[in-house]
């Protein structure tokens, strides 16, 4: 994409000068100062054992933006023994990946079948998207 084009935040729809940033300034100062709530709150001894309900109360960052910070590599999991978030496909709570280990597995199924499909029918779109969301998946 060219920088400097007019783009709408996909965060307050507003419009933008496209540059590095998907978002507007506006946008990407206000989740920066919520990733800082956030990084700090669970810094914290007592934090140790919140919720991402917690969380999300103590900081007033919404639970879907925690979400992402923890996908995004972020926010670190790992000393909050009781924070986890939902599975983007069933909203069982999950620590790791974007799904959790049935719907994964499920999802990989569908993979299987989706690849022997586009093999067949050589459309290229589809199948970008599914490995690109694999890839995803793979990576967290
Ligand atoms: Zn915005
Ligand atoms: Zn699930």
């Known amino acids: 994409?060219?920088?400097g084009t007019i783009n709408n935040c996909?965060?307050?729809g507003k419009l933008f000068l496209k540059s590095v940033r998907d978002?507007?300034?506006?946008?990407y100062k206000e989740i920066e100062a919520e990733y800082q709530q956030c990084y700090k709150f669970m810094r914290k001894k007592e934090s140790?054992?919140?919720?991402i309900m917690e969380l999300s109360e103590a900081t007033r960052v919404s639970i879907s933006q925690i979400t992402r910070f923890i996908l995004e590599g972020r926010l670190q999991i790992m000393d909050h023994p009781n924070l986890s978030y939902a599975c983007k496909s069933c909203g069982a709570?999950?620590?790791t990946g974007v799904m959790c280990e049935n719907c994964r597995k499920e999802f990989s199924k569908q993979l299987t079948q989706l690849s022997e499909d586009e093999e067949r029918k050589a459309a290229?779109?589809?199948g970008q998207g599914a490995s690109h969301l694999y890839r995803v998946e793979k990576e967290l």
């Open 48 to 51: 140790r054992s919140c919720t």
């Open 93 to 95: 709570s999950i620590r």
């Open 1 to 3: 994409m060219t920088p």
């Open 23 to 27: 978002i507007c300034p506006d946008c």
């Open 10 to 12: 996909p965060h307050c």
């Open 124 to 126: 290229q779109k589809d």
